[in-house]
């Protein structure tokens, strides 16, 4: 039985090693909300995937920060739980807010995996010691410049590179970076920069043998991808608009895609990831696990999380240093020879915040009894 006591809100700003743009806009720093549970004197770490501003989904920062602390402490004042599933049923009565709950739920896991003194990736049925480790290239200045980042990551041994895409910056894009690297698993991600209008330019997108084009359409248009995928042979993986297990099963149902990107944020939790997970596994559909520019708390979540059976495609699981030159988080995540992520093995996520750095790189926090 856990019995949360306390609860404290962090919200962190790391600034990025590279500027990060995608179709919807540029981050030069990353705003983060952690969210932390004491009970017993162990402390358990959540990450909310939030953005700073309602770009990649319409959930911030802030708003997250409202609604644990307003709504969702008033609900879990004084309760005990006997697992971490336990917890999605009592904030199923919030409407939205899937990264909030997904944040304080990811608290609870790493708490009960303290205290159990069993590691997220066993507690979720993990069977892999490592995943394989993909990285995401931001939209560039130039060609050329994006030519020496895609070189400088294949040098450095990850398994897929996946670009950016929008309009303007596509085919010419996917041109010379095939021209120059024929053989490179390699795919794109759009973050809904077409509509259904452009299908006959998307299927410029088949000649260059992608793994996949990462949701191309608008996030609520799941017809809308069905569709398009009648009219391409690249395969359609959908990220923002798997919402929920819910909107997984329509979208599999509907046949707008052949592929899932997996956050756990977005859907809602660990116990909704594990779900779709269940779904995804009943049809064959292959899973891999998305990133938000984590920290080391959430980095090591989605580690655990890619460990599943079903996560079989190169994540979007980077080491630290692609993104921060100092994490809050010992140790750093490193990319093996075999262009892998090891999975953490110890109590919960297996890495620990440290608190000087916490404290350096906290910009608000707040804390309460429960
Ligand atoms: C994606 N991630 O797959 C996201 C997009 C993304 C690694 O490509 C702050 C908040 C910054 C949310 C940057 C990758 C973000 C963000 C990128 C989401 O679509
Ligand atoms: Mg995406």
């Not at 997250?64 to 307003?70: D, G, K, L, M, N």
């Not at 980095?299 to 890619?306: E, G, I």
């Not at 890495?351 to 790189?361: H, I, M, N």
Request: hydrophobic share 40%; aromatic share 8%.
């Amino acid at each position: 039985m856990i019995r949360p006591e306390r609860l404290s809100l962090h919200v962190v700003e790391l600034p990025l090693v590279h500027p990060f743009r995608t179709s919807f806009g540029e981050e030069r720093v990353r705003r983060a909300l952690l969210v932390a549970l004491e009970a017993e004197g162990i402390t358990g770490w959540g990450e909310c995937v939030a953005g700073s501003g309602p770009w990649y989904s319409y959930e911030t920062v802030d708003t997250a920060w409202w609604v644990i602390r307003e709504v969702f402490v008033p609900i879990i004042k004084g309760q005990r739980f006997s697992h971490p599933r336990e917890l999605p049923r009592l904030l199923a009565r919030v409407r939205g807010h899937p990264m909030a709950k997904a944040a304080l739920e990811a608290a609870l896991w790493d708490l009960y995996g303290r205290l159990e003194g069993r590691s997220l990736r066993e507690l979720l049925g993990g069977v892999r010691d490592e995943v394989p480790a993909g990285v995401s290239i931001g939209i560039q200045p130039d060609l050329s410049t994006l030519l020496s980042r895609v070189q400088e990551f294949v040098e450095q041994g990850y398994q897929r590179i996946k670009l950016k895409v929008k309009p303007g910056w596509d085919v010419e894009v996917l041109h010379a970076v095939r021209e120059r690297f024929p053989d490179l698993p390699l795919s794109v991600d759009a973050n809904s920069a077409y509509t259904l209008d452009d299908a006959h330019h998307l299927r410029e997108f088949d000649r260059f043998e992608l793994m996949m084009i990462e949701q191309p359409l608008w996030y609520e248009d799941l017809v809308g991808h069905a569709r398009l995928a009648g009219e391409l042979s690249t395969p359609i993986c959908l990220d923002e608009s798997i919402s929920s297990p819910h909107r997984a099963w329509e979208a599999l149902e509907l046949a707008a895609c052949r592929i899932i990107n997996v956050k756990q944020g977005r859907v809602g939790g660990l116990t909704a990831a594990l779900e779709i997970h269940g779904l995804a596994q009943e049809r064959g559909v292959p899973l891999w696990c998305g990133g938000m520019l984590e920290t080391g708390i959430g980095r090591a979540l989605n580690a655990a999380l890619a460990s599943l059976p079903g996560f079989t495609l190169p994540h979007d699981i980077s080491a630290t240093t692609r993104y921060y030159r100092e994490d809050i988080a010992e140790p750093r995540f490193e990319l093996t020879a075999r262009g892998t992520i090891r999975v953490p093995h110890g109590p919960g996520l297996g890495v620990e915040v440290v608190p000087e750095r916490l404290l350096r790189w906290e910009r608000a926090a707040w804390a309460t009894e429960l």
